[in-house]
């Protein structure tokens, strides 16, 4: 889009310096000031339509809107766990969804195959979906950390997912739709902005002040 603005801009410029004798290189300057600034604005508002989870450390396009966050506390066979859910209902007919949490460390560090968690994770996600068919299923990264993208249905629910496992915290990015799945335009715009921000530069700095210490 700032491309395209920005040839709006040269063409208007262009067009104004070539009306014989309407408008002087000093009314030229000033719309191409006016256009430049109305252009920073513009790339603003874009930059602005990211929510941020500071707690969760990561980034996405909820399109433009505020998602409901709703933590609840989930009783496992290893202790109670966090759960933080992010939801925005874009329609009657779609929901967008990113979920996090922090499994315990000696679960992780003891995990012989991530595998197994990262499938363990599909599992659950699914079976609490009511999602009884995987159609799709391909192994992912992000920023070396270790992750899942898969698609599936129950026949009228349809679910595109990707889960990544970023040292002991799970996040869970999911599109759930009825009747089909999303469209490449929405999975683009939602799924393909998640982003994660400081986490690990933050853990880094912890580890290195608890070495200090000792």
Same mark, same amino acid.
């Given at each position: 889009?700032?491309?395209?603005?920005?040839?709006?801009?040269?063409?208007s410029v262009s067009i104004l310096s070539s009306c014989g004798g309407g408008a002087?290189?000093?009314?030229?300057?000033?719309?191409?000031?006016?256009? #430049?600034v109305d #252009?920073?604005?513009e790339v603003e508002v874009e930059e602005e339509i990211l929510f941020a989870s500071v707690d969760g450390h990561f980034t996405i396009d909820f399109f433009?809107?505020?998602?409901?966050?709703?933590?609840?506390?989930?009783?496992?066979?290893l202790g109670d766990i966090e759960m933080?859910?992010?939801?925005?209902?874009?329609?009657?007919?779609?929901?967008?969804?990113?979920?996090?949490?922090?499994?315990?460390?000696? #679960?992780?560090?003891?995990?012989e195959n991530v595998d197994d968690l990262l499938q363990g994770a599909k599992n659950g996600g699914l079976t609490n979906l009511g999602i009884s068919s995987v159609d799709t299923e391909e192994e992912i990264e992000m920023n070396t950390h270790p992750g899942l993208f898969f698609?599936? %249905?129950?026949?009228?629910?349809?679910?595109?997912?990707?889960?990544?496992?970023?040292? %002991?915290?799970?996040?869970?990015?999911?599109?759930?739709?009825?009747?089909?799945?999303?469209?490449?335009?929405?999975i683009?715009?939602?799924?393909?902005?998640? #982003?994660?921000?400081?986490q690990e530069e933050e853990e880094e700095e912890e580890e290195e002040e608890e070495e200090d210490e000792e």
């Open positions: 889009m700032k491309k395209v603005f920005v040839i709006t801009v040269l063409a002087s290189g000093e009314d030229v300057q000033n719309a191409f000031d006016e256009m #430049m #252009m920073e604005d433009g809107e505020t998602p409901i966050d709703n933590p609840q506390t989930v009783p496992t066979v933080h859910t992010f939801m925005y209902e874009k329609s009657v007919t779609e929901v967008f969804m990113v979920t996090y949490n922090d499994y315990p460390s000696e #679960m992780v560090n003891e995990s698609t599936g %249905n129950n026949g009228q629910y349809y679910v595109t997912y990707e889960i990544y496992l970023v040292n %002991n915290r799970l996040y869970q990015i999911a599109i759930l739709r009825d009747g089909s799945y999303a469209s490449d335009e929405d683009e715009t939602f799924i393909g902005s998640f #982003m994660l921000t400081d």
